[in-house]
């Protein structure tokens, strides 16, 4: 895979608290994300003219769940998303993927650490490294998320959250301390699923390229 601007791993929460309905709702909203014309154009804005994206789904931690049920799984591998055209397919694999691994736990910190090993697997060489974690509740099984995200701080990687408050109202509170980190770190909240697309718009604006974003909802409406 050629250079690209940016390498994202979007790490998803897909624990038992995330029922059938949330799930479509959040999954739902990542795709949407990436059909907005303002997305994908941000998508080829930088130098390199494109981002790299893969998704990782995470639930309760292996070897608690024994395979194929536990651990993070990939949901959708690497893309390299230079334009509307594939950023449309990008949004499809997403619509499409299935939900692997089935629920469980809250294992927050095994979740980070395997979206952090996706992103030293990237085959595109990327002059930012991004994992964007979201989910709606705490870490309750496997490693913490402290000291994970403290590693891949230190290695460069933005961690980025965005915490659903359907569940715990307090959680962004938890992401703030345990699970962002690195340069340019930040961590958005939305209320419920229903306002999950919304919400996961303007983090990966701010993510890919919240100048651009800027500029062109100034120009139009945004149609989310």
Not at 7 to 12: E, G, I, P, S
Not at 41 to 55: E, F, H, L, Q, T
Not at 76 to 81: G, I, L, S
Request: charged content about 20%.
């Amino acid at each position: 895979m050629e250079p690209v601007d940016l390498a994202l791993c979007l790490a998803v929460d897909v624990s038992a608290s995330v029922d059938y309905d949330e799930f479509g709702l959040m999954i739902g909203g990542y795709a949407a994300a990436f059909r907005d014309p303002g997305i994908a154009a941000a998508c080829a804005a930088g130098p390199r003219g494109a981002i790299a994206v893969a998704v990782l789904f995470w639930s309760g931690a292996w070897p608690t769940m024994r395979p194929p049920s536990g651990g993070p799984e990939v949901a959708v591998p690497w893309m390299r998303v230079d334009g509307p055209a594939a950023a449309a397919a990008l949004a499809e694999a997403i619509d499409n993927a299935p939900r692997l691994p089935l629920p469980g736990a809250t294992a927050l910190g095994e979740g980070m650490a395997a979206g952090l090993a996706l992103l030293a697997r990237c085959p595109a060489p990327a002059t930012r490294l991004v994992l964007d974690v979201s989910g709606d509740g705490r870490h309750n099984q496997g490693r913490p998320p402290g000291p994970v995200r403290d590693i891949g701080a230190a290695a460069g990687v933005t961690l980025n959250g965005l915490a659903v408050l359907n569940e715990e109202p307090d959680l962004l509170d938890h992401y703030r301390a345990e699970v962002i980190g690195g340069p340019g770190s930040f961590a958005l909240d939305c209320p419920d699923y229903a306002a999950f697309a919304q919400a996961i718009r303007e983090k990966l604006a701010r993510e890919i390229g919240g100048l651009l974003l800027s500029r062109l909802d100034r120009l139009s409406p945004a149609t989310y």
